[in-house]
């Protein structure tokens, strides 16, 4: 890859100027509850990046299917991600924060009350983000997670909720709009059982469920960005059918390579791409992108293990 390449071009995103379009997508990696110094230093040095999205962070005190993974409900988490904030803007980065609510295990089960509940959780998270000092919030409506469920209509037998699913998602970002300066959402419209850990069966894409995203994608003009997902089986196709529906800054992710990444920019069919494992093994991963250098491989074992090895 050459210095001159697509992916190393500046970029504005509304009123962030980004100094390449390498984004570092949101990797849990269950290293505390709690934000400490250790997660402050793993940001830090990823801080090249155009833009960091923070780990999926939780919006309210839920049982969730991983352990140590952080949340912004509680001052204590609002003043550690202050420090980690403080330092990637002290080091010339930019960052926002992934916000997540995984959903009960059966989506169907929810009331009105407890979707009201949520819905005013996220609100109260992107506010402790703010405070937090992030440069924004992503809404996390990808993988099997609460806003996914309601999207899927294989993960939500309850007809009533599966009419209602979009709006689930459209009346969260209603919440949020006086919240936050920016607010991207992630989407995963090819999501499918080779994605899901544990395997889940009942998720495959097909055209019921595209064109499900297809009507919602159209009314999502007024997000920052739109965080997209490709397929497992990497396909840059993909992604123009999205393109066409949404005009405004597209960050593309999943199994890119710097001149894939490069390409896709270059064609229009995304203004960024993100990238999670890379990430993680190549914490100067856009200086190895502009010198063309090998990548590290990250260690898998390590990568929800705790402590600093695999992590900084």
Request: net charge negative.
């Amino acid at each position: 890859m050459s210095q001159g390449s697509a992916l190393l071009r500046p970029v504005t995103l509304g009123d962030l100027v980004l100094p390449n379009r390498v984004v570092m997508a949101p990797t849990t990696r269950c290293r505390g509850q709690v934000p400490t110094d250790l997660h402050a230093l793993h940001y830090a040095r990823r801080a090249s990046a155009g833009l960091v999205i923070a780990e999926g962070t939780l919006v309210s005190p839920q049982a969730v299917p991983f352990p140590d993974v952080p949340g912004l409900f509680t001052d204590a988490q609002v003043a550690g991600w202050r420090r980690v904030t403080d330092l990637v803007h002290a080091l010339g980065g930019r960052i926002m924060v992934q916000l997540w609510h995984t959903g009960p295990e059966l989506p169907q089960a929810m009331t009105s009350s407890e979707i009201n509940s949520a819905i005013a959780d996220y609100r109260s998270a992107a506010a402790n983000a703010v405070r937090a000092g992030f440069d924004g919030v992503e809404i996390a409506a990808n993988g099997t997670y609460l806003i996914a469920q309601f999207l899927n209509p294989r993960l939500n037998r309850r007809s009533d909720a599966y009419r209602a699913g979009p709006r689930l998602l459209l009346d969260i970002l209603d919440a949020l709009s006086t919240t936050a300066s920016h607010i991207g959402v992630r989407l995963s419209p090819y999501w499918s059982a080779t994605d899901s850990t544990p395997p889940c069966p009942d998720y495959d894409p097909g055209e019921e469920i595209l064109s499900r995203y297809d009507d919602l994608v159209r009314q999502l003009d007024t997000v920052a960005y739109l965080h997209l997902r490709g397929p497992a089986s990497f396909d840059l196709d993909a992604f123009s059918r999205y393109r066409k529906l949404f005009d405004g800054f597209l960050i593309a992710n999943n199994g890119f390579s710097p001149d894939t990444a490069s390409a896709a920019i270059e064609s229009g069919l995304a203004d960024a791409v993100s990238f999670a494992r890379h990430f993680i093994a190549n914490p100067d991963l856009v200086t190895r992108f502009a010198l063309d250098q090998e990548l590290a491989v990250a260690d898998k074992a390590l990568n929800y293990s705790g402590g600093p090895v695999g992590y900084v």
